[in-house]
């Protein structure tokens, strides 16, 4: 079975640390590039991170210097490091891959996972 499955949310208190981790089963990441979105009710999902296949990444403004994410093929995953979390980044975040992808986009992803609960306390 072609699936993503993300694992590592929880429930941490401010200037926390957390990993996610996106683990690939039934295809191989190496030509993908994987994200990371995230999506609290009522807005729309929007992209934290992403990585291509050459290594290269694109963090959003609101997480850069606090978030670092990386991909190690031999184990067939995407980590997403999350340090000195804050209560707005509380969002179901979900991993996402596109064949040959290097845009960190909501569009045209081949595949998604089934999001992890991230919850920050103040």
């Known amino acids: 079975q072609v699936q993503l499955v993300e694992s590592g949310g929880g429930l941490v208190q401010s200037g926390g640390s957390l990993r996610l981790s996106c683990a690939a089963s039934?295809?191989?990441?190496?030509?993908?590039?994987i994200g990371w979105f995230r999506q609290v009710p009522g807005k729309e999902r929007e992209g934290v991170s992403c990585?291509?296949?050459?290594?290269?990444?694109y963090y959003a403004d609101s997480v850069k210097g606090r978030f670092t994410i990386s991909r190690d093929n031999a184990k067939n995953t995407v980590y997403l490091q999350m340090n000195s979390l804050k209560p707005e980044d509380t969002a179901v975040y979900y991993c996402?891959?596109?064949?040959?992808?290097?845009?960190?986009?909501?569009?045209?992803?081949?595949?998604w996972g089934q999001g992890t609960q991230v919850t920050v306390s103040s």
């Open positions: 996402a891959g596109r064949w040959l992808g290097s845009r960190c986009s909501t569009e045209g992803q081949d595949y």
């Open positions: 039934g295809f191989t990441l190496d030509y993908y590039g």
């Open positions: 990585i291509n296949s050459e290594g290269d990444t």
